[in-house]
């Protein structure tokens, strides 16, 4: 009764992984949950107010989206990345994740996908019926592609359409992506499009953020939404910016988003102007305090010459490698860290990753983020203590997983 294409697919990991630590724990066990990344903190009270203030609003919306969402958006964006976008080129959707299969079932052409890449790519691409370009990328690349690993792919054949998915901050890596000028470089020298997916882009833990739409705006669609920096992942609420040289794209998606969705729920839009227009930029600063503390200190007490990591640059994850031989596949080896230590990672393999190579995703996000914010909102350097007092699950979870990484 299945079709072919989705009979080999399964639940996205991220979710299942969730569903698996949530059933050791009805079992009274103690799990530390590093498999799953959402935020920790809670929404801004005034937005939430704001949707109190709209749950009254019964109408459809256009299907684009609320115009004065839009506009907000657009000015939003257009002040951080200096770029003059217009509320026609916003698109809402339900969850920038939506958006993205939007796009896959339209796009006609090769999917360029880093590995490591977000769990969802690949399997929307299948679904999009389009042909996955995997690029393995290398520690010392600060994990992403290089621009001379994307124009190999594009020079097997130039007259195919191509469409790359760049996320930074990454996830699983942590890593902020520094060669955006040779990739734009190739982008406006073949017919490339780029997915800028930069959902976790005010939790860079570093100022001054930089997207590779201020290299090539005419060839870049920004994909991003509420659920990272404003702890809204259950609202549903993301976006594209698509520039108008890539109208034909956007026309596309509002056609194929009034056949699906129709329109994203309306009290949350109305509650969404709030989050753009409003200055958030304290919640925001304390956010990423929090997690940039909290990502060092894992960072700081897991690398050896057993752990192999790279120094997180902005969200919610972290990429160890653990050095062993004792496991053949990254799989086998994350179930073997659930069973002797009951810290819940992701195998790299679900990233795209040869499952050969011993890496694993580990969110930093298994504490009470509100609790540590309303406890810390004027300190400027938290320290471990801080950590041990409003992380401790993190704290005890970093000591178990060392060991196991020393016993193998
Ligand atoms: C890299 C990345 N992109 C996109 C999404 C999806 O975000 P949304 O909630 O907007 O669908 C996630 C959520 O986990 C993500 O990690």
Not at 22 to 38: D, M, T
Not at 156 to 183: A, H, M, R, T, V
Request: charged letters at 20%.
């Amino acid at each position: 009764m299945l079709k072919n294409i989705v009979k080999n697919l399964e639940p996205s990991s991220t979710l299942k992984i969730n569903e698996i630590s949530r059933q050791l724990e009805e079992k009274g066990e103690k799990i530390f949950k590093f498999g799953f990344g959402q935020s920790p903190f809670q929404i801004p009270i005034n937005i939430v107010n704001e949707l109190k203030n709209n749950a009254y609003q019964n109408k459809y919306l256009p299907m684009q989206g609320l115009k004065e969402l839009r506009e907000a958006v657009a000015k939003y964006t257009s002040t951080n990345k200096n770029y003059n976008y217009k509320s026609e080129n916003v698109i809402i959707g339900p969850g920038s994740k939506e958006l993205m299969f939007l796009l896959h079932v339209l796009f006609d052409g090769d999917v360029i996908l880093p590995a490591p890449s977000w769990v969802s790519y690949a399997p929307q691409a299948i679904l999009g019926r389009n042909n996955i370009q995997l690029i393995q990328t290398k520690r010392e690349n600060n994990w992403f592609p290089t621009s001379s690993e994307i124009e190999e792919i594009i020079l097997k054949d130039k007259n195919k359409n191509y469409l790359l998915f760049l996320n930074s901050p990454n996830n699983p890596s942590g890593q902020i992506c520094k060669n955006l000028q040779e990739i734009s470089d190739i982008a406006k020298k073949y017919n490339l499009i780029i997915l800028s997916d930069e959902i976790y882009s005010e939790l860079s833990f570093e100022e001054g953020f930089k997207s590779i739409s201020s290299f090539c705006p005419e060839k870049t669609i920004i994909s991003t939404g509420l659920s990272k920096w404003c702890g809204a992942g259950g609202w549903r609420l993301g976006y594209f910016i698509v520039p108008d040289s890539l109208n034909i794209l956007k026309n596309s998606i509002n056609v194929l988003a009034s056949e699906t969705f129709s329109a994203v729920s309306a009290p949350i839009q109305y509650a969404a102007i709030t989050a753009y227009t409003n200055d958030h930029s304290k919640y925001i600063n304390n956010s990423r305090n929090i997690l940039k503390a909290v990502g060092n200190y894992v960072y700081e007490n897991l690398k050896s010459n057993k752990v192999l990591i790279n120094k997180p640059q902005g969200g919610f994850y972290l990429m160890p490698e653990f050095i062993n031989k004792k496991f053949n596949t990254s799989s086998e080896m994350c179930d073997n860290i659930l069973k002797e230590t009951s810290v819940a990672l992701l195998p790299g393999s679900d990233f795209g990753f040869n499952k050969t190579k011993m890496l694993a995703r580990l969110s930093f996000t298994d504490f009470n983020g509100q609790d540590f914010m309303n406890n810390t909102q004027n300190i400027k350097k938290i320290n471990n203590d801080l950590i041990l007092k409003f992380a401790p699950k993190i704290v005890e979870g970093v000591n178990r997983l060392k060991k196991w990484s020393e016993s193998i």
